[in-house]
């Protein structure tokens, strides 16, 4: 039979997780809260459910005969979407409700890390108290992360001496109501992603990706939940070495050997420090947009590492082209503080070229694709060097219409990527 694969979530990851497995032998079938219009022509039936509820899902997984599920975003594995899926005799590609907690509880993850001797490990304390994490903040000596301990879709973090004084950090901190606090030692380098596939106890990496968070050029602005990426043609970013780059897979290494049994795949987003990659954070799934840049160099079939790990098998050795990425999305007006949602949006498919064309939480009615209060839909170019896939882009977006929406025209231009080298060798002292 073939396997009816069941696909949740209906951002630009997901649309990418949908193209990997289009050429495949797989029945696609996929659920979300919005009308996904990529990913709706791709497969062979979309369903509208709040990806949240488990019930819900499990329902329309038993309707389509499901064998497999592909957990897209967070926030279904955080409500225990792995968990129910199994009981249903799904398998899920993502992490239970208890693993997933590498991201969805911050204050566990660095516990996790110090209990089990993962290396780069920040310094970090955690609070349940306001006014103790203030203090905290007037005695420590340096700059500070200010996280709070569960999801905020990227958008929760401030780090003082970056974006805020200590003064506003402790404003932030009284006015925001978090239950928990983690204050961490702020790390200072250059920010990359290792994404890991993980089965039955093994790991397979992909190339190192670097993601935008400020809003705007030049790295201003709010956090985002990434406003693009690129990737290079080799495993490394051009400010990384080899060896960071075996670094953070021996940082992966380690967190995988404490995982017990972990599946799905493992996020490390790292910051290149003087003294090499540190972890500034674990995701249990793919990131968005970095799977934009991960998913078209893909050439190992995406099916078989779902098959494979249900079948309780090492995930087979991946093959990726030796080819750069540029990701560039175009986001709602006002995006990420006051994002305008209901506008609708032209996008002229025909006119993307070369590039790639993945829709993210944009929503389709019988009128038109209108924005969400998310990202609303991405370019990607893929070619030899990083300044050829941003000039696909680019041009790109030119043509696809990006009118009444924002993008940072910086990511992957030559300049930007220079920078990022310049930082890592000042910080080496070279
Ligand atoms: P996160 O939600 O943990 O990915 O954090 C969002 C952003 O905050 C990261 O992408 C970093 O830019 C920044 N950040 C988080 N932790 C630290 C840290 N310890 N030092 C410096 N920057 C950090
Ligand atoms: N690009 C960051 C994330 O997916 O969390």
Do not use: W
């Not at 129910?84 to 409700?97: I, Q």
């Not at 970056?162 to 003064?167: G, N, P, S």
């Not at 924005?371 to 990607?380: E, G, K, M, Q």
């Amino acid at each position: 039979m073939r396997e009816h694969v069941l696909l949740i979530g209906g951002g630009g990851r997901e649309h990418a997780i949908a193209r990997a497995l289009e050429d495949s032998e797989a029945e696609l079938y996929a659920c979300a809260g919005n009308k996904n219009p990529g990913i709706a022509r791709i497969a062979a039936d979309f369903e509208t459910v709040e990806t949240t509820d488990p019930e819900a899902v499990v329902e329309y997984a038993e309707s389509v005969d499901a064998t497999i599920a592909v957990v897209g975003p967070e926030a279904p594995l955080e409500a225990g979407i792995s968990d129910a899926l199994e009981a249903a005799g799904v398998y899920p590609f993502g992490p239970k409700r208890d693993d997933a907690r590498i991201e969805t509880d911050k204050a566990f993850q660095r516990r996790f890390m110090r209990d089990h001797e993962v290396p780069g490990n920040p310094d970090f304390e955690t609070f349940d108290d306001a006014e103790a994490a203030c203090t905290f903040i007037d005695e420590y000596g340096g700059d500070l992360a200010i996280k709070p301990a569960g999801l905020t879709g990227g958008k929760g973090v401030k780090v003082v001496g970056d974006q805020v004084t200590a003064e506003e950090g402790k404003a932030y901190i009284r006015e925001s109501d978090y239950d928990r606090i983690v204050l961490e030692e702020r790390l200072i380098g250059e920010e990359f992603t290792v994404q890991a596939f993980v089965a039955n106890g093994e790991f397979r990496t992909a190339p190192a990706v670097q993601d935008h968070k400020r809003a705007y050029e030049g790295d201003e602005g709010p956090n985002t939940g990434g406003m693009g990426s690129y990737s290079d043609a080799t495993n490394e970013l051009p400010f990384m070495t080899e060896e960071d780059y075996d670094d953070a897979v021996s940082i992966i290494e380690a967190t995988v050997d404490a995982l017990d049994d972990y599946r799905g795949i493992l996020y490390g987003q790292f910051m290149l420090t003087a003294e090499g990659p540190k972890v500034i954070e674990f995701n249990a799934r793919f990131g968005d947009p970095e799977a934009m840049n991960t998913l078209p160099v893909l050439e190992t079939d995406f099916l078989e590492i779902l098959t494979t790990a249900r079948d309780g098998d090492a995930p087979p050795e991946l093959e990726f082209a030796e080819r750069a990425t540029v990701c560039k999305y175009a986001v709602p007006a006002g995006y990420p503080t006051d994002p305008e949602a209901g506008a609708k949006v032209q996008v002229d498919e025909e006119s993307a070229g070369d590039a790639l064309l993945y829709y993210a939480s944009v929503d389709q009615r019988d009128d038109g694709i209108y924005t969400t209060t998310s990202r609303s839909f991405a370019l990607v170019g893929v070619a030899d060097s990083i300044g050829e896939a941003e000039a696909i882009a680019e041009d790109a977006l030119a043509v696809a219409g990006e009118e009444g929406l924002h993008v940072r025209h910086d990511i992957g231009k030559a300049d930007l990527v220079q920078r990022r080298i310049d930082h890592v060798n000042e910080l080496r002292g070279e």
